[in-house]
């Protein structure tokens, strides 16, 4: 099968590539390489035009909606009034494939995705690809963040096929949904780059009249060949490999990859990434002494203070974009995405844990302040994402990034007070403008706007220390933090007044997971009780409106209804190996930050479905999605990279062990040794792309410590010795608090905990490791010495 390079214009493509370091396989090309794959050689293709609106016959959207308008997805119902006749994912869909002998047109993307709009505009409203799409095909429509299992198969061949992948994810399935062509973002028409989405449809029409028994064949032949490439299986070994050669390997390949001035691990696009910047954190821990281990914890936090300076953060509303267009960290993709804000939230702690610069500690309060306001469900749930696109004005079409953007202009109007003591005349707007490096011109360069849609605009970027900023015009540096903040507090006022972002509210129980964790790491870090309690009411509303307490099921989404309510699919939609694997994290770190046991139950009990519906009892390690539930996809994967998030195998990893440590249940160890070993050999090719189970493996090998914490809960020096340990960076410790009940979950499931005692009836730590215990702690101080040797 030859393939057919194709690429959009050097703008906001949304691909599949994570930020890995040059050398690593990324299972993704930059987002400058959306590809498009042709059938075979003998299909020849014209090459088209670079993605613009150009020929096809634009028409108003039809005023009949198709049948999506039944579907609760947000990137669903944005296509229910399109002429295609689409079909959700379903069965319905194939049997009229498999009767009328038609190819399967699947077209799979997500709401808040810049060239999935664009295709919607261009191609699913035009009237003639319309009917070309409902005469010779059945068109599927997927949303990827509903179903990651159908998304996943398809992109793995996409991905084979072509060097590259995102989204939109366009393929062409046989009946028996077998893929037989794949691309992503086409233009309606051909131009003289790119081929257009009309001759595409065009020409596999034509093949699939005249050839389809050679198609057919096709793609038995490349379902076989991806089949075996896929697999993972512990094979013959026995043991998972070394660690500390997987950790040193893992890091010379970031180490190469990294940018000495703006911290990250690629040149453009640039992904945050929190698995790489946490695999560094423990790298440091465990090599603190040496040179290596320095320029690890270096990395991270030069990486860390770098993007939160960037535009890749808003600095006025807070939060952070999905990735940066430069290696400088300054032009956004400017949607924002939950999973994003959840785990960086949990990596600015950690920096904040081990730097003691509250820099840090003031961006993760930042994001968990942007999640409460925007991306929060009254009954505690998160809402997915905001988009990247936004009228300017009321009644004007959507631009990327016009909510976010300012021009000198805006910014000189809002802030005209003048500055007094400074060595020369000056304004709030000019000393935020030159702070943040806004210019009359824009500060954002034509070949990062192809469109030109953001001509003349700014987007805040630090430039310079406050200290320098200060010193610039004889001012103190409190003087301009206030100035400064009080200027961006009016920004945010003005800002409101703009039209909205779309807001996805569609709730993931995987992401609300990753959620939990950032306020429930985040609060515990920083001993703020207000933090872990969003984190308990995500918990609450993850057990109240995405669990199924009959059969133990977690559900995959959930989406807000009119006047505050909670709507759900009908029939559900199922959870995913990454909806109890983060779930899971998330419970158990909420445990760990509010001492109540109720959580660390239900993690149990996730865990054991987890392993009841997802555990390849052959071969070791999770699928990614049930049997029963794929049926009829080509493939059952188990995912095998971490990046943008982390791979539910990798955290699955990190819960089997902390739930020894919490349980003693020799079975949870044995999976994660299983697992481990299954995913030996993608370790060992590619350690960098899986750094969070590089980071399992050495968490494995280097033992888990108990610390034991026995006192009242309610009791001040209880909290005061709870607090030691949550201020102290220790990514490989399970924190148990023992009441003195024999009764409790925790005493039933450790029995060593009833022979700890407290010291002079004074809440007393131990730690404990290999069934053996420290001596009794009664002091925070003593305690930190102890936990930092």
Not at 119 to 133: A, P, Q, T, V, W
Not at 338 to 367: C, N, P, T
């Amino acid at each position: 099968m030859s393939h057919l390079s194709s690429s959009p214009p050097k703008h906001k493509g949304e691909h599949k590539g994570h930020s890995l370091p040059r050398g690593s396989e990324r299972g993704g090309s930059s987002r400058d390489k959306d590809r498009s794959v042709s059938v075979s050689s003998s299909v020849s293709m014209p090459a088209g035009g670079k993605g613009s609106r150009t020929n096809c016959a634009q028409s108003t959207p039809q005023k009949v909606p198709n049948r999506l308008i039944s579907e609760k997805s947000p990137y669903l119902l944005q296509h229910a009034y399109n002429p295609v006749d689409w079909y959700p994912w379903g069965q319905e869909a194939f049997d009229k494939a498999r009767k009328e002998n038609k190819p399967i047109f699947l077209s799979v993307g997500y709401s808040t995705c810049h060239w999935c709009h664009m295709m919607e505009e261009e191609s699913f409203r035009n009237e003639e690809i319309g009917r070309l799409l409902n005469e010779d095909f059945v068109s599927v429509k997927v949303d990827r963040e509903e179903r990651p299992d159908v998304d996943k198969v398809y992109m793995t061949f996409v991905q084979a096929t072509s060097s590259g992948g995102g989204w939109p994810m366009s393929v062409w399935l046989t009946p028996n949904l077998q893929p037989f062509v794949g691309g992503t973002y086409f233009p309606p028409e051909d131009g003289l780059t790119r081929v257009g989405f009309r001759t595409v449809l065009l020409r596999i029409r034509d093949q699939w009249k005249q050839n389809k028994n050679a198609l057919l064949e096709n793609s038995q032949r490349v379902t076989t060949a991806l089949l075996a490439r896929s697999e993972i299986s512990t094979g013959d070994r026995q043991l998972p490999p070394s660690a500390a050669t997987m950790n040193s390997r893992c890091f010379q390949q970031l180490d190469e990859g990294y940018d000495e001035e703006y911290g990250g691990f690629a040149e453009a696009p640039k992904f945050p990434t929190p698995v790489i910047l946490s695999f560094l954190f423990s790298y440091w821990l465990s090599h603190r002494l040496t040179q290596d281990g320095s320029r690890a914890q270096q990395m991270a936090l030069h990486t860390l203070k770098m993007m939160a300076n960037g535009g890749i953060r808003d600095h006025i509303g807070q939060g952070f974009h999905r990735y940066s267009t430069d290696r400088q960290w300054h032009v956004p993709h400017f949607e924002k995405m939950l999973y994003d804000q959840g785990q960086l939230a949990v990596a600015y702690s950690q920096a904040f844990q081990i730097s003691g610069d509250e820099f840090y500690s003031d961006v993760a309060k930042g994001i968990l302040q942007y999640v409460a306001r925007n991306l929060s469900h009254r009954s505690g749930g998160f809402y997915s994402a905001e988009d990247a696109d936004s009228p300017p004005e009321r009644g004007m079409p959507p631009k990327e990034g016009a909510f976010y953007v300012w021009t000198i202009k805006e910014v000189q109007q809002l802030l005209p007070e003048p500055v007094l003591g400074a060595t020369e005349p000056l304004t709030s707007g000019q000393l935020l403008i030159k702070h943040y490096g806004l210019t009359e011109a824009g500060n954002i360069s034509p070949s990062q706007d192809p469109k030109g849609e953001l001509q003349g605009q700014n987007v805040l970027t630090v430039r310079y220390s406050l200290e320098l900023t200060a010193a610039r015009f004889g001012l103190e540096v409190e003087v301009v933090r206030t100035l400064l903040n009080a200027g961006l507090e009016k920004l945010f006022q003005a800002r409101k007044r703009r039209p909205k972002p779309h807001l996805d509210s569609k709730m993931l129980a995987a992401w609300n997971g990753l959620m939990v964790s950032g306020y429930a790491v985040t609060g515990a870090v920083l001993g703020m009780e207000r933090l872990v309690n969003y984190a308990t009411n995500g918990a609450k509303f993850l057990k109240r409106h995405m669990f199924d307490v009959a059969s133990s099921r977690l559900m995959r989404t959930c989406y807000a209804g009119s006047g505050g309510t909670v709507e759900h699919s009908n029939p559900p939609c199922w959870g995913f190996l990454e909806d109890y694997a983060f779930v899971v994290r998330g419970l158990l770190d909420l445990y760990e930050a509010s001492q109540e046991s109720a959580w660390l139950e239900w993690a149990l009990r996730l865990q054991d479905t987890q392993d009841r519906l997802f555990w390849d009892s052959r071969g070791g390690g999770y699928f990614c999605s049930e049997a029963e539930l794929g049926a009829g996809l080509p493939l059952r994967l188990k995912d095998d990279q971490d990046g943008a998030e982390p791979s539910a195998n990798s955290v699955s990893a990190h819960n089997l062990l902390r739930l020894h440590g919490f349980t003693g249940h020799k079975d949870w160890m044995d999976k994660c040794v299983c697992l481990l070993t299954a995913f030996s050999e993608r370790m060992r090719r590619v350690p960098v792309a899986l750094p969070e189970m590089v980071r399992a493996l050495s968490a494995h090998q280097q033992t888990l410590k108990q610390i034991v914490i026995c006192g009242d809960p309610q009791a001040k020096d209880t909290k005061a010795l709870v607090q030691c340990v949550h201020s102290i960076y220790i990514p490989n410790k399970v924190l148990i608090l023992a009441d003195g009940d024999p009764s409790s979950f925790l005493s039933r499931q450790l029995p060593f905990l009833g022979t700890l005692r407290r010291l002079e009836d004074r809440a007393t730590a131990y730690v404990c490791e290999n069934q053996a215990c420290s001596m009794p702690i009664t002091e925070p101080s003593e305690l930190r010495k102890l936990l930092h040797h």
